[in-house]
């Protein structure tokens, strides 16, 4: 080893170092959501959430997970609010629902193979009717459902379907 290479090294440990530190800012400037929403998925697979599935991330920085993610377990949330809390509150979710956009998904998913598909509620969640409740992430049901999602994605900005009773 000669002496040049130690500088590279020492950017590298402190690299890894900076990445171990779940919860620590990567970037001290220009941070862009993907990375955010990147270091956020590292950090909840690292707490207790393994197999949460990497989202997708779209022009505005919004995430969009896979449908049938389950939502962070307390722990998980209390070790990476940090992170969380980095991100744009514009990209954060969690604002009042967009009830045209859901009346809009509530359609798109009845012309994409269920009839049955409810409107949403006034707080954008949907009373699912018996024979669309799946209580597993497959089969028959769930396939509808997601090949309905799949096609639907357009009117859920949220990645996300919030079912009532």
């Known amino acids: 080893m000669n002496l040049t290479q130690i500088p590279a090294i020492a950017f590298g440990l402190v690299t890894i170092g900076s990445l171990v530190a779940c919860g620590q800012p990567t970037t001290s400037q220009a941070e862009t959501p993907t990375q955010i929403w990147h270091e956020l998925v590292v950090c909840a697979r690292t707490h207790g959430d393994p197999s949460l599935p990497d989202p997708t991330i779209d022009s505005q920085g919004m995430a969009h997970w896979p449908p049938g993610t389950q939502p962070p377990s307390k722990d998980t949330i209390a070790a990476c609010q940090t992170i969380y809390n980095r991100l744009p509150a514009s990209v954060r979710g969690g604002g009042a629902p967009d009830i045209q956009m859901e009346i809009k998904f509530a359609q798109c998913m009845r012309a994409h ?12 969640t949907y009373r699912l009717p ?19 999602w799949d096609a639907c994605a357009q009117f859920n900005p949220s990645g996300s379907i919030s079912a009532s009773r």
């Open 113 to 124: 193979g269920l009839p049955d598909w409810p409107d949403p509620q006034a707080d954008g």
């Open 130 to 148: 018996p024979d669309l409740r799946a209580t597993s992430k497959s089969g028959p049901v769930w396939d509808r459902i997601k090949a309905g």
